[in-house]
Nanobody, 127 residues
Framework: EVQLVESGGGSVQSGGSLTLSCEASVGGTYSSYCMAWFRRPEGKEREGVAGINPSGSTNYADAVKGRFTISVDNAKNTLNLRMEKLKPDDTGMYFC????????????????????WGQGTQVTVSA
């Protein structure tokens, strides 16, 4: 069973930065998992933000390209999301997701690709 715990959310002003972290407890080799960040703006559907597979391939939503960076620290079993130049549209609940299957880049941002989810951490960006 995979357990995911997010941290690092908070409130920032537009243009600010935050780094989210997701600590994972997995039953196998953490480095063999596909990992991703999703977000759910208030009143909207959940959407993929950034994903990474064991080969190191990444995929980002168009809205965050050039501003967000996803990375994995295998030594600490931690997934990170560095968010810069934040905008009010980035406001939402951010979720970490993991799956042991080997997905390609396109699938990394599809919620159906993931079997394990964290509880989420709130990010609020004010104008």
């Amino acid at each position: 069973e995979v357990q995911l715990v997010e941290s690092g959310g908070g409130s920032v002003q537009s243009g600010g930065s935050l780094t989210l972290s997701c600590e994972a407890s997995v039953g196998g080799t953490y480095s063999s998992y596909c990992m991703a960040w999703f977000r759910r703006p208030e009143g909207k559907e959940r959407e993929g933000v950034a994903g990474i597979n064991p080969s190191g391939s990444t995929n980002y939503a168009d809205a965050v390209k050039g501003r967000f960076t996803i990375s994995v620290d295998n030594a600490k079993n931690t997934l990170n999301l560095r968010m810069e130049k934040l905008k009010p549209d980035d406001t939402g609940m951010y979720f970490c997701a993991a799956d042991p299957r080997q997905w390609g880049r396109v699938s990394l941002l599809q919620s159906e690709a993931y079997s394990s989810w964290g509880q989420g951490t709130q990010v609020t960006v004010s104008a």
